[in-house]
């Protein structure tokens, strides 16, 4: 038996963390969790210190801490705040699975790259907005950076399963499910509830992923994480709508043929593959080739979906747009779960900040963190939150 790779977990009890955890409980003998950080839900954490026993705990909110000490008579390092999360950081490790979501995630990722092997990152907006920085670093300290974020991971899969290189690729395709609401009309959409749209049709995801899902901004994001993950040029980047949640990605080579990445829409698949990546996790056989099955796929349209084209159009334009785009769409989208604002208002709300931010070039992670605050007091400004 080899020996224990040791574990981080950075959002260990939101949708992915708690995942990655019930992956590693299955294969205990390969893995060994070391530490464990939430922001503040002591509730699940002390569901999971019981079972892991950790060595490290970190709750980012300091309340949330005190009380944490009271819960459980587990011996463990209790850090705390922002200092606490930053010491967490620079725990060594030979996996962290990097699972916090927002850009609150960018800070402790730039920190752990020079303390862990291997990351898993399953934040897609850190790679939007702070790219150049986060694969900068991982080549400097020689740290594998795996996506988890299922579309590119699949696509990860496709290209090192087939040993592609980019002078092979014709076009690399990534799937959208069209959220709860791809069949409303404009009519409709104005009345959506926040729990109509966290109905999602295949998958089980954190609220904002979800609602994001519904406007396809995640998937305007998803297209910039595959162009940074593989220096892919955009034009070759396609996005195809399917319902099924079953095909995640397609990689078409410039002779014609096309490798897909079929899997059922759960978030453990790529979770396994980075965390066993070059190897696989040995699953039980499943039934599944005794059912029948079929999925189909079409092209999305941008008419019914705006909020991607501007996305999508940020990314071209290499400016701060990206950075002030995600917070806007950050705040709005807290708002309509809290039932401040309507649904409609969140694109509404995105374009008129696509419109007048001030054009400035990324030039350091203060300039991200500038524009975020920015972004932010902004959009509350318009909104009238302030």
């Known amino acids: ?7 981080l977990v950075f959002g260990s009890t ?6 990655s955890l019930k992956v590693i409980e299955k294969t205990t003998d390969k893995f060994e969790v070391i530490g464990l950080c939430s922001n503040s839900n002591i509730k699940e954490i002390v569901k999971q210190i019981k079972k892991f026993k ?3 705990v970190c709750l980012k909110d300091k309340a949330a801490a005190n009380k944490l000490k009271k819960r459980t008579k ?19 490790s030979d996996i962290s699975i990097m699972a916090i979501s927002g850009i609150d995630c960018l800070r402790p990722l730039l920190i752990n ?8 990152l399953a934040n897609k907006e850190a790679v939007v907005i702070g790219a150049k920085f986060i694969f900068k670093k991982a080549k400097k300290h020689k740290t594998e950076i795996i996506p988890v974020d299922s579309e590119i991971n699949a696509i990860f899969q496709l290209l090192n399963l087939n040993k592609i290189n980019n002078k092979n690729i014709g ?9 709860a609401l791809l069949n409303y009309d404009q009519k409709s959409l104005k009345k959506v509830t926040a729990k109509q749209v966290l109905n999602h049709p295949t998958w089980d995801m954190g609220k904002r992923i979800t609602v994001d899902s519904a406007t396809l901004v995640n998937k305007g994001f998803e297209v910039i994480e595959a162009h940074n993950f593989f220096n892919i040029d955009y034009q070759n980047i396609g996005i195809l709508l399917h319902r099924q949640s079953l095909m995640h990605a397609m990689v078409k080579l410039s002779d014609r043929t096309t490798f ?13 593959y980075a965390l066993f990546y070059p190897k696989r996790m040995k699953l039980p056989k499943s039934d599944n080739e005794k059912k029948e099955y079929s999925f189909s796929y079409s092209p999305i349209s941008y008419k019914q979906f705006p909020l991607l084209k501007i996305i999508l159009e940020a990314g071209k334009r290499g400016d701060n747009s990206l950075v002030i785009l995600n917070a806007c769409d950050e705040i709005v989208v807290d708002l309509f779960l809290n039932g401040k604002i309507k649904f409609t208002q969140i694109e509404k709300n995105i374009k008129k900040m696509f419109k007048i931010y001030p054009k400035k070039k990324i030039k350091s992670v203060k300039d991200i963190y500038y524009w975020d605050r920015w972004a932010r007091y902004k959009t509350k400004e318009i909104l009238g939150e302030i």
């Open 113 to 120: 790259i020079e303390f862990s092997k291997r990351i898993a």
């Open 260 to 272: 897909s990445c079929i899997y059922p829409p759960d978030m453990k698949k790529p979770i396994s």
């Open 171 to 179: 076009k690399i395709y990534i799937t959208a499910s069209g959220g």
């Open 14 to 19: 939101g949708s992915v963390g708690k995942n």
């Open 54 to 56: 950790p060595k490290y």
């Open 1 to 7: 038996m080899g020996k224990k790779k040791k574990v």
């Open 74 to 92: 587990i011996k463990f390092k209790l850090l705390s705040g922002e200092q606490g999360l930053e010491k967490f950081s620079q725990i060594k």
